[in-house]
């Protein structure tokens, strides 16, 4: 132990990491003891944690959270001794990927005691090639030739070069998206492709992209290990202080990715989530908003102690009372309730609405389509209106209706509707139910459709199915190729074979609806 303990007062200061009497004082140590030594050591040369593990590994704790140096490395690197002549390995490596270590050496011990070879790896800044790190070939312990100090400071100089190329008015937080699924690529990449769009819309900068399929789902992490030390390092590249995965995460799999990576994690869900939270601007809209995130919340509070998670009471349970989890979950729960109370007398009210337009006999048309597609941009432009219409996903968010009159004397209400997405979490379903709510009391439902998508036949596919969903399906329906302006000729006849009766328009043209109007005016029922 006093030899162990004599290790933290040595100053480690040459170039390679260690003189050659410390590398023999590691080597002997470790082989008297028959286990790895490592000294955790910053940039002073001072050790900052003396390991000693076992005699095939070491095991490295949880490390302050907080950075030693000023950089986006953590300010310390390893120095540890091999038994049995092998080189750095696996875990070697994903400890440097993992902690943000400056480097990690060995010193590989002989049989008898002495050291054999010297060896070392450090992380890389982005390059051409990907490369994480790089992992130099072992060398005879007195004949290392590096500079570990300077490779450091080069390393912390290029991170630096590439922070001052990047524009500096963008504030925004960065973030790496992430897809890890059992579906092709090619659907993995599209699927990313809107997770972009997301973030863009929430006000994220998205800095790199990673897709791994897989043929099941790492319970801990979602991802190989493997897989996650690239996405670590491609963090760490970018500087990215935010990871965002297509699917949704288990409480678990979050918990364990934040704390691995140091790094704000959110799924899809919670992205949309917050996007509809930026967008709401009604009490509708911000109830149930507030309603899915607290359904959302609820199975991810988690304790520190699963044993004191419950209601105390009775023989044998007198003393504390309630927790702070259960106090949580309780208060949650009640919430919920209030919320659902609230949403059913907004709907109530929106039902008397409906019920006041039928009786006054003007007709309901509804504009339904994904999110984008460029529904506001048509009620703006039929009804000399403002809704919020911009190229982002989710602008609209509560429904807006303008009474408008149409040729041949002939008025009606139009109505604009939250984008429906694809894979819609079901929090959100449910919550978002009365913002569809105008739905039920349409007359004619006109289906917007960005043409210009190059996934446009899954998103009309998506929105046709939730209106089945709904028991919308008998509705008369209009099928609109908006933004025909974007598409080539060929592109267009392209268009026209698949949706032989759609209808071509530019929103923002108001002659090109024309032919859509009086589609709606021939859809009308007779009666009005």
Known sequence: MKRINRLGDRRYLDECGFSNEQARELARLSFDIGRQVALLINRQGRPEMILVGDPGSIYIPELPRARQASGRLRGLRLLHTHLSGESLSEEDLMDMVFLRLDSVSVIGADGGGEPDFAQFAYLMPPNPEGKSYMKLDPVRWDRADIDLAAQVKALEDEFSRVDQTRDTSDKRERAIVVSVSQSPKSIQERSLDELEDLAE????????????????????????????????????????????????LSPAQMRNLASVTERKVLDRTQLILDIFAQHATTRAGKLQV?????????????????????????????????????IDRRRIKDRIARLGAELKKVSRQRGFTRDRRSRAGVPVVSLVGYTNAGKSTILNTLTNSEVIAEDKLFATLDPTSRRIRFPRDREIILTDTVGFIKELPKELKEAFRATLEELEAADVLVLVADCSHPEVEEQVAAVESIITDMELHEVPRILVLNKWDLLDDEKREMMLNIYPHAIPAVGRQRKSLADMVEAILERLPEDY
Request: charged fraction near 30%; aromatic fraction near 4%; hydrophobic fraction near 40%.
């Open 290 to 326: 507030e309603m899915a995130q607290l359904k959302y919340t609820m199975p991810r509070l988690v304790g520190k102690n699963r044993a004191m998670s419950k209601l105390m009471g009775g023989i044998g349970g007198r003393g504390p009372g309630e927790t702070k989890l259960e």
């Open 201 to 248: 819309t929430a006000g994220v900068k998205v800095a790199g992209r990673m897709v791994q399929r897989v043929r099941k789902f790492n319970p801990k992490f979602i991802l190989g290990k493997g897989k996650l030390s690239e996405l670590e390092v491609l963090a760490l590249q970018a500087d990215a202080e935010l990871i965002l995965f297509d699917q949704e």
